[in-house]
């Protein structure tokens, strides 16, 4: 049982063929969640789980799980995501779906079957670039999120969430929050970021996920002429804007450690070279692993913007669009990882995880954790993201010999 391995090409010929539903035509890929190109990408997917002969199951938030009904008890699930950002690449979340096909399809054709049912699931609008917050899916599968609130969510493009799952078809019947918790969790993803790939490391054991706060922030200043208006009279939310980005930038080397600060997202109204913009609107990003260093982030950035609000004449209107604490992974599961990996012969690195994660909303219902592959020059969320062939079947195996041994263990 030890010697079964994936076939990579398997594996790899369905990454490239999802990749191109939405491809950008530069090797990236853009589903944002709940779109045309989503629906195909879904479309795809739960075909794949059907020839596998997988009972497929939508629940009401458009989660998406394809169960292997052998054995016996609840299932150890395998998955992650198929939305992609607008600029994404074809690895991110997909491979942790794809490679959960790819675990079962190896099984089955081995004759191997395991204890326990295995899943794989794709869960909805993990990446929150559409419809905030990221991991929104799994946040209502795991009860964290009313289901009646995640429908009425609105999308940056003004659609609703529940009426985009309706058009797109993928508003299921099944429950959600979920009925039963899986026996346990595992998510296979692209590291998206340099650690293993500088460290020389073949895979992350991820020990868990660092704290997120998302926020939008609408500055409302005065739209003036940019010939005849005097420097001093300005009230100027582009000008505020920019600090602001300037301020994140510095206190994140200021704060040093894990902390990193992204303004992803500027839009000026009314946007024109000889006006004075009448407002912002921007987004703060803001990381840390540790939660009281997160909440100092934020307490300096709220400080800074209520400063220049008062020097610079202009108001500001704060949303919170997304804020979890670090969560931390169960050491039984990621003992298992580094027992498997090391028993194939690959080196591995205990490491946490800059991104959000499904994962991360899975480990408040059981036991849960994941597998990083290196990601080529720690790149990501940008089409160039690439993962080579030998890490990718590294990783499935990883994955594939960790189900086993969780299919065969009863967590006390
Ligand atoms: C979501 O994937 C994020 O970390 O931004
Ligand atoms: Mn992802
Ligand atoms: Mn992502």
């Known amino acids: 049982m030890n010697a079964l391995r994936i076939d990579s090409n398997r594996l790899i010929?369905?990454?490239?063929?999802?990749?191109?539903?939405?491809?950008?035509?530069?090797g990236g890929c853009c589903r944002l969640a709940l779109t045309e190109e989503d629906k195909a990408g879904r479309d795809l997917v739960t075909g794949w789980m059907?020839?596998?002969?997988?009972?497929?199951?939508?629940?009401?938030?458009?989660?998406?799980?394809?169960?292997?009904?052998?054995?016996?008890g609840r299932p150890v699930m395998m998955g992650s995501h198929i939305d992609t950002v607008r600029t994404g690449g074809i690895y991110d979340g997909n491979l942790g779906v794809l490679a959960g096909l790819e675990v079962i399809e190896t099984l089955q054709r081995a004759g191997v079957t395991p204890r326990r049912p295995l899943a794989v699931a794709f869960f909805t609008?993990?990446?929150?670039?559409?419809?905030?917050?990221?991991?929104?899916g799994s946040l209502v599968y795991v009860g964290g999120l009313d289901l009646a609130a995640a429908l009425d969510t609105v999308a940056i493009d003004g659609a609703r969430?529940?009426?985009?799952?309706?058009?797109?078809?993928y508003a299921g019947a099944a429950s959600c929050p979920a009925v039963e918790a899986p026996h346990a969790f595992v998510e296979l993803h692209v590291e998206q970021g340099p650690r293993l790939e500088v460290e020389g490391q073949r895979i992350g054991v991820v020990t868990g996920v660092q704290g997120i706060s998302w926020k939008e922030l609408t500055i409302l200043g005065q739209s003036n002429h940019a010939?005849?208006?005097?420097?001093?009279?300005?009230?100027?939310?582009?000008?505020?804007?920019?600090?602001i980005a300037v301020f994140l930038r510095q206190?994140?080397?200021?704060?040093?450690?894990d902390q990193v600060c992204t303004v992803g997202k500027i839009d000026l109204f009314p946007n024109l070279i000889n006006v004075v913009p009448a407002q912002a609107v921007l987004t703060l990003d803001v990381r840390n692993t540790d939660e009281q260093r997160l909440q100092q982030a934020e307490a300096r950035i709220d400080a800074f913007c209520r400063d220049l609000a008062e020097t610079e004449g202009v108001q500001l209107q704060f949303r919170t669009l997304a804020r979890f604490a670090p969560v931390v992974f169960d050491p039984r599961v990621d003992e298992v990882i580094e027992t498997v990996a090391g028993d194939l012969g690959l080196s591995t690195l205990r490491m946490?995880?800059?991104?959000?994660?499904?994962a991360q909303m899975l480990a408040r219902l059981c036991p849960a954790a994941m597998i990083f592959t290196q990601s080529h020059r720690g790149v990501s969320h940008n089409p160039a993201e690439y993962t080579d062939p030998t890490n990718l079947a590294e990783g499935c195996n990883v994955l594939l010999?960790?189900?086993l041994r969780l299919a065969d263990t009863d967590f006390v």
């Open 401 to 403: 010999h960790t189900v």
């Open 161 to 169: 969430l529940g009426d985009e799952l309706q058009r797109i078809g």
């Open 125 to 136: 609008d993990e990446e929150g670039a559409r419809f905030a917050p990221d991991m929104l």
């Open 352 to 358: 946490p995880s800059g991104a959000g994660h499904d």
């Open 13 to 26: 010929k369905r990454l490239k063929d999802l990749g191109k539903v939405g491809s950008t035509g530069d």
């Open 251 to 257: 206190l994140a080397a200021e704060l040093g450690g």
């Open 50 to 72: 059907r020839e596998l002969g997988l009972h497929v199951t939508i629940d009401a938030i458009g989660n998406t799980v394809g169960v292997w009904q052998v054995g016996s």
């Open 227 to 243: 010939g005849t208006t005097p420097m001093a009279l300005r009230h100027d939310p582009a000008y505020a804007a920019a600090a």
